[in-house]
């Protein structure tokens, strides 16, 4: 009988051998389950993996396995060390994919840090998004570490005359908390679109990848319930720290 990794976490090949009968035999099987396992939580951080418990539980070859664990370790998914062995990487965040709650920030482990915050000029594109004729924005960096370490940053774009101190928080910050103190009315609609991308040079910088890796692009227009747009952000995260979920209670802006 088939194990689901999914719904047993307990039985995980890690800890549990089976018939291979049925079972996934190709690289990207292998490696699409046990992706989906450490995104879901169900391979714990530092966890370590045997390869002949891997052979047992999902039936490929040994050498379908080695390729598999290899792929991983290239995505950052897992740290494969000599005389270490390999094991699930450490820091993995899982990122609320609306961010109307911004489920996300509210982990413990994840801090944010103003880069940069200044006026510019309102181009085309701001002014369509934002519904406004201003002349200028202001403009905000952002930082976001998990554990200490960088795995995005934000750059968002609102009203000239709101400005950010997240210096003045305390505990987990939330875009609830943030428009309830900064914007004219609590946000209430998030359009969001997830895309891929290379990272360039100032972005591979400031996450600490190599120029041309995998990033994560999420572009949202935040918007009040009446539909006034307040808030336009584009976030690059590290492909291989970074998820997006979604939640299906986070419907609605809740502080």
């Known amino acids: 009988m088939d194990v689901d990794v999914f719904a047993q976490p307990s039985k995980h090949p890690r800890m549990h051998g089976g018939s291979a009968r049925g079972r996934h035999s190709t690289v990207r099987w292998v490696r699409d389950m046990m992706a989906a396992s450490i995104r879901a939580g169900h391979l714990p951080e530092s966890a370590q993996l045997a390869e002949d418990a891997l052979v047992s539980e999902l039936g490929p070859s040994r050498g379908t396995v080695r390729a598999a664990l290899r792929s991983l370790a290239e995505d950052g998914l897992l740290v494969r060390r000599p005389r270490v062995g390999t094991i699930v990487h450490p820091r993995h965040a899982r990122l609320e994919i609306s961010d109307t709650v911004d489920r996300s920030w509210q982990d413990p482990e994840i801090s944010l840090q103003i880069l940069d915050q200044r006026t510019v000029a309102t181009t085309e594109f701001l002014r369509s998004c934002l519904a406004t004729e201003d002349e200028s924005v202001r403009l905000l960096d952002i930082l976001i570490r998990r554990h200490g370490e960088v795995i995005g940053v934000r750059t968002a774009y609102f009203s000239a005359e709101v400005t950010f101190d997240f210096g ?27 895309t891929a991308a290379a990272a360039d040079a100032r972005t591979s910088e400031q996450l600490g990848i190599a120029e041309g890796s995998p990033v994560l692009c999420r572009t949202q227009v935040f918007s009040d319930a009446d539909g006034r747009p307040l808030q336009v952000s584009f976030d690059h995260y590290r492909a291989d720290r970074t998820s997006f979920v979604t939640d299906p209670l986070a419907v609605t802006m809740q502080d």
């Open 168 to 194: 003045a928080y305390s505990g987990p910050v939330t875009m609830g908390s943030v428009s309830s103190l900064h914007f004219p009315a609590p946000i209430a609609i998030v359009v969001t679109e997830v």
